[in-house]
């Protein structure tokens, strides 16, 4: 399968030396490739757990710090207005390949750095792989991938641990998550 990829990776500069964004890039490229997925676009950013802990109040109504934060482009909870064509707002004309590069974004992972690094010691992991962890968890939620039950959990944490073992990482996923 020929794929088509745009995974931009964003770095607080403090952390730029710290961050391997090739590795970021290839966690989030493995689990589109697995998920059959043969274009898509995504972002990743890495902040500091302020910027994440204030996301997470205004978006989730949690006004604690976390991991990691995904953003779906195309959100599963769009007005039921919306779902139909006529009622849609109108949409500007844009040019065709500004409006297939959109259609193929998934969306934004927000990582808070100094929370991973603690989040690693914790688990006696090593950042890189806490990083590539994460990178992997938000791409599957910007694919629809969620936890909210046991079913999903189930089946999240199975295409996690697949991709995670393409790297060498065994055993990571069995932890509790809100992003």
């Given at each position: 399968m020929s794929e088509n990829y745009q995974i931009e990776v964003q770095v607080d500069e403090e952390w730029s030396d710290l961050v391997d964004a090739e590795n970021l890039m290839a966690a989030a490229a493995a689990v589109l490739r697995q998920a059959g997925k043969p274009s898509a676009g995504l972002t990743i950013v890495i902040t500091d757990d302020e910027y994440v802990r204030t996301l997470n109040r205004d978006y989730r109504g949690v006004d604690a710090p976390t991991d990691v934060l995904s953003f779906a482009s195309e959100p599963d909870d769009a007005p039921e207005a919306f779902l139909d064509e006529e009622q849609a707002p109108p949409t500007l004309a844009l040019p065709p390949e500004l409006v297939e590069e959109m259609e193929d974004y998934l969306g934004d992972i927000i990582i808070a750095?100094?929370?991973?690094?603690?989040?690693?010691?914790?688990?006696?992991?090593?950042?890189?792989?806490?990083l590539r962890l994460l990178t992997i968890h938000g791409t599957l939620h910007l694919l629809g991938y969620d936890h909210a039950t046991p079913q999903e959990e189930a089946a999240m944490w199975a295409a996690q641990d697949a991709a995670l073992v393409l790297f060498g990482d065994h055993g990571l996923s069995q932890r509790n998550y809100d992003a």
């Open positions: 750095y100094p929370y991973t690094v603690k989040q690693a010691a914790h688990y006696q992991n090593s950042v890189a792989a806490e």
